[in-house]
């Protein structure tokens, strides 16, 4: 079974501060996504990677970095987190072939 | 960019009731993709379409991929309440396969 995990299930911040999510997969699989889901809204890609050290913004990357130094681990990075940043955050990662994406649990963020 | 349209947002259903909701892109795709969300959990792969005018079913639920590849149903018939959750159409782009994803379908299933 694929496995897909995440840092944090619940995570509150401060406006200004910097927060990390980290993401970790158990597949190889060479691809891995960042999304936010806010009601009505669907998931938002903010960016994904499809190499270590290769990484591309999505539809809203504005705020946001990420880091994939192994190929099993893709972090997003809040260098300075924002009420409007309050959000699901999900990750995924697929395999080349496929396409079939396989989510994490998700961090619920709220910035205070 | 490309875009893809999910209607309706919610529907409620009495148990035994069908339910269908509906896909719209803004280009041609290259597949589509259904993922399944229970409340309180997070998306789960159910099936992909390739093929133009492509119909495959699982069970009680029906996948329709239109002939111009540009729109996408879900049909299930007779209705359980372990079918509640958000269901979600996915168009696929670019080389690292991202997921253009509609905004969802919030099924509702009364005893």
């Known amino acids: 079974d694929v496995k897909v995990t995440q840092s944090s299930r619940y995570l509150v911040k401060r406006t200004g501060e910097k927060v990390f999510l980290e993401c970790v997969q158990d597949?190889?699989?060479?691809?891995m996504f960042w999304y936010r889901q806010d009601p009505g809204l669907g998931l938002r890609l903010i960016y994904f990677?499809?190499?270590?050290?290769?990484?591309e913004k999505g539809d809203i990357p504005e705020g946001y970095s990420v880091s994939r130094e192994k190929k099993e681990r893709f972090s997003l990075i809040l260098e300075s987190a924002s009420t409007n940043q309050t959000s699901m955050y999900l990750c995924a990662s697929g395999g080349a072939v496929s396409g079939t994406q396989y989510f994490g649990p998700g961090t619920r963020l709220t910035v205070l | 960019g490309q875009q893809v349209m999910q209607i309706p947002q919610y529907q409620h259903v009495q148990e035994g009731e069908d339910f269908t909701t509906y896909c719209n892109s803004s280009t041609t795709l290259s597949n589509i993709q259904w993922y399944k969300q229970r409340p309180g959990g997070h998306p789960v792969f159910l099936i992909q379409?390739?093929?133009?005018?492509e119909v495959k079913k699982q069970k009680r639920l029906t996948f329709q991929f239109g002939e111009a590849k540009k729109n996408s149903s879900l049909h299930i018939t007779a209705t359980q309440t372990t079918d509640v959750g958000t269901y979600f159409c996915?168009?696929?782009?670019?080389?690292?396969?991202?997921?253009?994803f509609g905004s969802g379908t919030q099924l509702t299933v009364l005893p």
């Open positions: 996915a168009g696929e782009r670019g080389s690292a396969r991202q997921l253009t």
């Open positions: 990677s499809y190499d270590v050290k290769m990484k």
């Open positions: 597949m190889d699989h060479e691809n």
């Open positions: 379409l390739v093929k133009s005018g």
